[in-house]
């Protein structure tokens, strides 16, 4: 069973940094996605980061181009998020899907998500 477990949500001040982790298991993730999205509220959910597993090639939303970084290590799947803003409050989700020459998509597997908070 995939499970996808985030973590490293808070409140922050603007201008700061926080790191989210997604804990990914459950089957090989050789050939996905790995996916950051958001939601803030009365809002619909958007596209953030994602990342090949393997080849480790990256996508950015121009919203967060420059100031979030996402990567990988062993089973965990980061994204550093810097120079933070208010309107990066949303609840933060990881996702997963199988490669398919899209960055965007339906994705398979999400994770509960975890909340940003980003105070003026």
């Known amino acids: 069973q995939v499970q996808l477990v985030e973590s490293g949500g808070g409140l922050v001040q603007a201008g700061g940094s926080l790191r989210l982790s997604c804990a990914a298991s459950?089957?090989?993730?050789?050939?996905?996605?790995m996916g950051w999205f958001r939601q803030a509220p009365g809002k619909e959910r958007e596209f953030v980061a994602a990342r090949s597993w393997s080849v480790g090639t990256t996508h950015y939303a121009d919203s967060v181009k420059g100031r979030f970084t996402i990567s990988r290590d062993n089973a965990k799947v980061y994204l550093q998020m810097n120079s933070l803003k208010p309107e990066d409050t949303a609840v933060y989700y990881c996702a997963a899907k199988r490669t398919d020459g899209t960055w965007y998509g339906d994705y398979d597997y999400w994770g509960q998500g975890t909340q940003v908070t980003v105070s003026s």
């Open positions: 459950g089957r090989t993730f050789s050939n996905y996605l």
